[in-house]
């Protein structure tokens, strides 16, 4: 049995860094979101909440809303010392406290362990969508679609602003991403390239280099510029890149239900995975506590 630990639960702040440091790293229940900013990085954002008992950190959440009305959680880390059931209790009170009275909210997490999804459950979270994870390991590229006028360039910083309203346009508020998130995944890019048609940007995607080979961790098309063999050329690019740097194994995901996004992988040789992420989400009212 969890011995009855004391615990007081305060913001986090800048002189805490190392001390969460310790705790990511060496705890076993961790829960860190797969996102283009470390957890630490967070620290300045709210919420952020640590508890503490004598001076020692035992648990810590972190889940700043990045786009409008839309929160993940970035970071839910609890001590083996601990009741993980009890301790999360307190820390999504606290959560649902700051984030009362601020309109309405969807938070939004994707468990990666059985632990943090039957917490999940247990705190009112409801299933939502799932995530699949698909894969290319092809030696030779798809054939080129012929789209007349299609530049495909690489991204430059200046833009960002731009890519940033095609992601509103082109995704749903929950998959939606800031353009504070987009520099960060700029700056972390293998590869990160820009389509353009009529004078303006029409698509964009972000690749990474990952153990496997690489991943395609972003891509849109404008609404208005989809079905049009955008994307398929966009993608193509990319694999050729990475093949180029001998790297044949490329994962990409997206939505289980989304049938456009499975149907163009599909078609440029991806394969689907074994490898499936359930999504939830809670929904905060305004002025709920």
């Not at 307190?90 to 406290?97: F, G, I, P």
Request: glycine share 4%; aromatic share 10%.
């Amino acid at each position: 049995m969890t011995e009855k630990i004391n615990l007081t639960i305060r913001e986090a702040c800048d002189s805490d860094r190392l001390t969460l440091a310790n705790l990511i790293q060496f705890e076993v229940y961790v829960h860190r979101h797969l996102d283009w900013r470390q957890p630490l990085d967070l620290v300045d954002d709210d919420p952020f909440f640590v508890a503490v008992s004598e001076n020692k950190f035992l648990a810590a959440i972190s889940c700043p809303t990045d786009t409008p009305h839309i929160a993940w959680v970035h970071l839910l880390a609890i001590s083996a010392d601990l009741s993980i059931n009890n301790t999360c209790d307190s820390l999504w009170t606290r959560v649902k406290s700051y984030y009362g009275g601020k309109g309405d909210i969807k938070i939004a997490a994707i468990p990666r362990q059985d632990w943090f999804q039957t917490l999940l459950e247990d705190s009112g979270f409801e299933l939502a969508n799932q995530v699949l994870i698909l894969l290319w390991d092809r030696k030779e590229l798809p054939i080129e679609r012929d789209v007349q006028g299609l530049i495909i360039r690489s991204m430059q910083f200046d833009d960002l602003n731009r890519v940033e309203v095609l992601d509103t346009l082109a995704f749903d508020p929950i998959w939606r991403i800031s353009e504070l998130s987009l520099i960060f995944a700029y700056r972390q890019a293998a590869f990160a390239t820009i389509a353009e048609m009529d004078n303006k940007i029409v698509g964009y995607q972000i690749s990474t280099a990952s153990h496997h080979g690489g991943h395609l961790a972003r891509l849109a098309v404008h609404p208005d510029y989809q079905r049009k063999g955008i994307g398929h050329n966009m993608v193509r690019d990319v694999l050729g890149r990475f093949n180029k740097r001998g790297a044949r194994n490329i994962s990409v995901n997206t939505q289980i239900d989304n049938s456009t996004s499975l149907a163009l992988y599909e078609k440029l040789g991806f394969l689907k995975t074994s490898e499936i992420f359930p999504t939830y989400q809670y929904s905060i009212v305004s002025n709920q506590q």
